[in-house]
């Protein structure tokens, strides 16, 4: 089954601490995964993509086959980061699957 | 930049009567899609739409809802006898193609309550 799981409903983080947004996903080909972001009151945007392997806005995601995890990652919190975050697969049937989603809040 | 754009914002309804949600997908794009999110829950996929027909559907898209594209620039989904249930959060999104790490764009929704 294909499946995309956030075990973390919301991550407290103080500014400038690391944080790192867990998924973990099931899916039988090779995935397309995706973390998409919605600011409050914002539509979803998407953050980044693991096939640009791509910074923004200093966060990082590295696909981990083995592990089955896409992971986002910052080194250094900011208070503008404070959002809801979603891990996505892209299933190659015409529909891309989200996780339950994480609320990061980045405390002053 | 272009964007997803949907109306009405947020819509009351009594339940058992018929909405219909618009979305407006981004003029290139090829792909639609309907999701939903209720409160405090997943955003779910319903339906996505291709080439005039529905691609794939969820299990949540019944014979109550339907979906059509009556212009060639608004994309519709209808729910034709609305439940308590159906309250919820509904995203319109469109992409230009499947595949390759492509972006799915999403409105910034339509909020259901039906009461």
């Known amino acids: 089954a294909q499946r995309v799981t956030q075990p973390e409903k919301l991550l407290s983080v103080f500014k400038g601490a690391p944080v790192e947004l867990k998924c973990n996903y099931s899916y039988s080909g090779s995935p397309e995964l995706f973390w998409y972001v919605q600011y409050s009151r914002q539509r979803l945007q998407l953050l980044l993509r693991h096939i640009s392997r791509e910074s923004i806005k200093g966060f990082t995601a590295d696909l981990n086959k083995g592990e089955t995890s896409f992971h986002l990652k910052k080194p250094f919190a900011q208070e503008e980061d404070s959002a809801m975050y979603y891990c996505?697969?892209?299933?190659?049937?015409?529909?891309?699957?989200f996780g339950t989603g994480t609320r990061l809040k980045v405390l002053a | 930049e272009p964007e997803v754009t949907q109306t009405p914002s947020h819509q009351v309804t009594q339940m058992g009567q018929e909405v219909i949600l618009r979305c407006v997908p981004i003029?290139?794009?090829?792909?639609f899609y309907w999701y939903r999110q209720i409160l405090g829950q997943k955003v779910e996929f319903l339906v996505s739409f291709y080439n005039n027909e529905i691609s794939e559907k969820s299990e949540i898209f019944d014979d109550q809802f339907s979906v059509e594209r009556p212009d060639g620039s608004n994309f519709t989904l209808k729910i034709r006898s609305t439940k308590l249930e159906d309250s919820a959060m509904y995203f319109c999104?469109?992409?230009?193609?499947?595949?390759?790490?492509?972006?799915?764009?999403f409105g910034q929704g339509t909020r259901l309550t039906v009461v």
């Open positions: 003029s290139n794009h090829l792909y």
């Open positions: 996505a697969l892209e299933s190659g049937t015409y529909k891309y699957i």
């Open positions: 999104a469109s992409s230009v193609r499947l595949g390759e790490g492509t972006e799915a764009f």
